[in-house]
C-alpha cells in the first residue's frame, strides 16, 4: 500500500484501503477502480487568484504536480511563504516538497490547497526543523466536489524547535491530511490543530500521529468540526511516547458537531504510552448543537439560523484562536465564517 | 521519586499465584489433536442430541478455513492447535448423583480455592447473609451445580451447558449461536465445534433470581484448554446477576482458554454479569507458562428497556484478549462496562468493549482502569458505534490508565463511529503515573508509604470495584492487592 508508487505505477491495487487499518474510513482502492491518466501541466494563467493573496510573502507554487522541489530557510532567518498547490482537471499527481528550517529561523508557510477537479493528487511534505527553529503551518483546504486529495507531512524536530499547524478544509469526494512527527521532547513543542466543515457528499480524514523520542516534550492537539447532509469526518490521533520519553506532556481533543441524521463522524484518539512519567490525556465528543441553548437564544430574540451559525462559529472559532499569525488568521476566520454560513 | 523507586522494588519483587496447584485425580482425555473425529468425540461423550453434533460439524469446517487475528496488541508464537487435547474430565461412572458421589480430590480443590460447593456451607453464615449459587467447571465438565431445586421452585433454570443441551433443547436451540454467531470469529469459531462445559441459565418472565449465580472454572489438567460456553437468557421483565471466577496451575507451558458468552436480554429484563479473572498469569521473570485467555462475550439488548451490565476485573492469564459487547437494539436499552485490567510481569492484556447502538434512547456508559506494572503491556481498545436509526444514543466513556515503573505500557485505542444527528459520545482517557503530590500528601498525614499506595490505587479502581456484588467486592478487592503485591497490599 503506498499512494505515491500506485499514483506512478497507475495500480490501484496498491491504494490504500478499509482494510489497512489506518485507512479504513478512507478507503481509496474501494473508491477508485483506476488511476486516471497523469495530470497534464498547467499554464501559469490557469491558475488563478489564490485565498493568502495580498497579504505578505514569497509565492511558490505547486500546479498539477510541478513546482519546486524544495524550500530552504536559513539559520535566524525570518521568512514567510505562501505555498499554492493547485490541481485541474482529472488527471493524477504526486509531488514532493522538502522544507528545511535552520537552526532559530522562523517560517510562517501559508498553504492552500486549490481546485481538484475530479482528479488524484498527493502532495508530501518533509519538513526539518532545526534546533530551536519555529513553523507555523496554516492550511487552507477549498476543493472541488468531485477531487481526491492526500496530503502528508513528515516532520522532523531537534530540540528546542517548535512546530505549530492548523488545518481548515471544506472536505472533497475524499480527502485527507495526514502528519506524521518525530518529537525529540527537549523543549520542542507540537501543536497540530484542525478544523472541518462539511457539507453535501463531502469526505474528510485529519489524521497524525506524533512520536515523543526524548523526554519532556509538549503536544497539544484540538481538532474541531461540523459535517451536515450526507458528509463524513473522520479524525485519527495517535500519540506515542517512547521509552525514556519522561516527563511528556500531551494532550488531544476532538469535538464533532453532527448536523444532519446522514451525516457520520468516526474517531480514534489513540495513545501509546511506554514510559511512566507522563502525563497523557485525551477527549472526543461527538454531538448536534445543544437544543437548550437554541432555545435560550431564540427566545431572546435571535433567528434560528443566526443562532446556530452562531454556536458553530464560536465552536469552530476556539481553533483560530490559537493561530500566532494575526493576519493569516483573518483570512481563515473570514474563510471559515463563510463556509459555515453556506452551511447552516 | 523515593516513593515510586519503592513501588517498583515491591512490584518487581513479587509472585504470589496462590492457587497455582495441581489436583492430582485419574482424568480421562480426548485423543491428542483436531480433527472431525476429536468434534464426534466431544460431542459422543456428552451424549449430545444429532442436531448439536452437526452444527459442532459446521463450526469445525469454518474454522478450518479461517486464519488467526493479529490486529490485537499482543504477540505470542503460533499456537499448534494438533498439539492439545480438546477434552479432559474426572473419571466418573454416569456422572455424579450427589457430592458425595464427587472425587473427594475435586472437592478439596474446590475448598483450597474457597468455593462453596455445599449449600450448608453457604447457608452455615449469618442470617441474611447473601447466598449463591455455584456450577463448578473442572477441566471439560461441570462437577457440580448447587441450589438447583430451590433455583426451580422459583422457575430459574441453572445448570450446565451439557444437561441443557439435553433437558432444554428448545431453549438452546432458539439462543445458542444468536447472539455470538458460529464464524464471529477465530476463536468463537473455534469454541463452537469444541465447547464443553459452561452454564446456562433461564430466567422466566418477572422473575427476579432469588439469589446469586455463579460459575467457578478451573483448568487442571496439562495440554488442554478450556472451551466452556455459556448462555443466560433474561426473559421479559427478569433480573439475574451471574458472577464467574477462574485460575489455574502454574505450568511452564501455554494453556488456551477460548470461551464464548453470549447474554440475552429481553423486554425489560436485567443481566448484571461480573468477572474476576485470575487465570495463571505466567512466570513474571521469564514470561513462561499462563494461560492465553481468548473470549467473545457479547449481550445483545433483544428488548425495550432491557438492561446488560459487564463488570470484570482482570488480573491474570499471560495473554487475554476480551471485549465485553453490547448490542442494544431494544428501544431505550442499557449497556454498562466496568473494567479493572492488572497487568504485571510480562503479561500482555487488549481489553475492552463494543457497545453497538442500534435502537432508538440506547444509552451505554464505559468505565475502564487500567493499572501496568513489571514488563507488561495494558491496552483498552473500545468500540462506540451509533447507527442511523439510534436516535437520542447516548455513550459516555472513560479509561484511564496508571502506570507503575518505567518498563510498562499503557495504550488507549477506541473506536468512535456516529452515523446520526441525534447521538451524543463523550470519551475521555488520561494516563498517569501515581501522583506524587497524593503520595506525598497521604504520607505526610502520616500513612506508610504502602498504605498510601494501597489507598490511591483502590480509589483510582473505585468506580468499578463499587459496580461489583457486594460479596465479590471484597475478594476482588484481595485480588487487586495481590496482584500488585508490595505495592498495594
Known sequence: MNLEEAIRLRDPARLPSRRDEDWRWTDLRGLLRAIPEPSRPLEPGDIGPGPFDGLPGDGVSIANGSGPEEIRVAGGEVRTVILRHVSRGDGAHASRLRIEVGPAARLTLLESHEGGGSGLSLLGIDMRLGTGAACERLVLSDLDAEAVAVVELEAELEPGARLGQTVLTSGARRQRFETRVRHPGQGAEVRLDGAYVLRERRHADLTSSVRHEGPDGRTDQLARGMVDDQARAVFQGRITVLEGADGADARMAHNALILSDRAEVDARPELEIFADDVACAHGATVGALDEEVLFYMRQRGLPEREARTLLVTSFLGGVIDRVEAPAAADRLRSWLLAQIGAAS | ?489
Not at chain 2, 477434552?87 to 458425595?100: E, V
Not at chain 2, 473455534?190 to 427476579?208: E, H, I, K, Q
Not at chain 2, 446477576?241 to 489455574?248: I, K, R, W
Request: proline residues 5%; charged residues 25%.
Open chain 2, 1 to 489: 521519586m523515593v516513593a515510586v523507586k519503592d513501588t517498583v522494588d515491591q512490584v518487581a519483587g513479587l509472585e504470589k499465584y496462590e492457587h497455582g496447584f495441581v489436583t492430582e485425580i485419574e482424568q480421562e482425555f480426548a485423543p491428542r489433536g483436531l480433527s472431525r473425529e476429536t468434534v464426534a468425540f466431544i460431542s459422543q461423550k456428552k451424549d449430545e442430541p444429532a442436531w448439536m453434533l452437526e452444527w459442532r460439524l459446521e463450526a469445525f469446517e469454518r474454522w478450518s478455513a479461517m486464519g488467526s487475528p493479529d490486529w490485537a496488541r499482543v504477540s505470542f508464537p503460533p499456537i499448534d492447535y494438533q498439539d492439545a487435547t480438546y477434552y479432559a474430565a474426572p473419571k466418573a461412572k454416569d456422572g455424579p448423583a450427589s457430592l458425595d458421589e464427587v472425587d473427594p480430590e475435586i472437592l478439596k480443590t474446590y475448598e483450597k480455592l474457597g468455593i462453596p460447593l455445599r449449600e450448608q456451607e453457604v447457608l452455615a453464615g449469618v442470617t441474611g447473609a447473601p447466598r449463591y449459587a455455584v456450577d463448578a467447571v473442572f477441566d471439560s465438565v461441570s462437577v457440580v451445580t448447587t441450589f438447583k431445586k430451590e433455583l426451580a421452585e422459583a422457575g430459574v433454570i441453572f445448570c450446565s451447558m451439557s444437561e441443557a443441551v439435553r433437558e432444554h433443547p428448545d431453549l438452546v436451540r432458539k439462543y445458542l449461536g444468536t447472539v455470538v454467531p458460529v464464524s464471529d470469529n477465530f476463536f468463537a469459531c473455534l469454541n463452537s465445534a469444541v465447547f464443553s462445559d459452561g452454564s446456562f441459565v433461564y430466567v422466566p418472565p418477572g422473575v427476579r433470581c432469588p439469589m446469586e449465580l455463579s460459575t467457578y472454572f478451573r483448568i487442571n489438567a496439562a495440554g488442554s484448554g478450556q472451551f466452556e460456553r455459556t448462555l443466560i437468557i433474561a426473559d421479559r421483565g427478569s433480573y439475574v446477576s451471574y458472577l464467574e471466577g477462574c485460575t489455574a496451575p502454574m505450568r511452564d507451558e501455554n494453556q488456551l482458554h477460548a470461551a464464548v458468552v453470549e447474554l440475552v436480554a429481553l423486554e425489560d429484563a436485567e443481566i448484571k454479569y461480573s468477572t474476576v479473572q485470575n487465570w495463571y498469569p505466567g512466570d513474571p521473570e521469564t514470561g513462561k507458562g499462563g494461560i492465553y485467555n481468548f473470549v467473545t462475550k457479547r449481550a445483545d439488548c433483544r428488548g425495550d428497556r432491557s438492561r446488560v451490565s459487564w463488570t470484570q476485573v482482570e488480573t491474570g492469564s499471560a495473554i487475554t484478549w476480551k471485549y465485553p459487547s453490547c448490542v442494544l437494539r431494544g428501544r431505550d436499552s442499557v449497556g454498562e462496562f466496568y473494567s479493572i485490567a492488572i497487568t504485571n510481569g510480562r503479561q500482555q492484556a487488549d481489553t475492552g468493549t463494543k457497545m453497538i447502538h442500534l435502537g432508538e434512547g440506547t444509552r451505554s456508559r464505559v468505565i475502564s482502569k487500567g493499572i501496568s506494572a513489571g514488563r507488561s503491556s495494558n491496552t483498552y481498545r473500545g468500540l462506540v458505534s451509533a447507527h442511523p436509526k439510534a436516535k437520542g444514543a447516548r455513550n459516555f466513556t472513560q479509561c484511564d490508565s496508571l502506570l507503575i515503573g518505567k518498563t510498562c505500557a499503557a495504550h488507549t485505542v477506541p473506536y468512535i463511529e456516529a452515523r446520526n444527528g441525534a447521538c451524543t459520545f463523550e470519551h475521555e482517557a488520561t494516563t498517569t503515573r501515581l501522583s506524587e503530590d497524593q503520595l506525598f500528601y497521604a504520607r505526610q498525614r502520616g500513612l506508610p508509604e504502602e498504605e498510601a499506595v494501597q489507598l490511591l490505587v483502590n480509589g483510582f479502581v473505585r468506580d468499578v470495584l463499587q459496580e461489583l456484588p457486594m460479596e465479590f467486592a471484597v475478594e476482588a478487592q484481595k485480588l487487586v492487592a495481590i496482584s500488585l503485591e508490595g505495592s498495594v497490599g
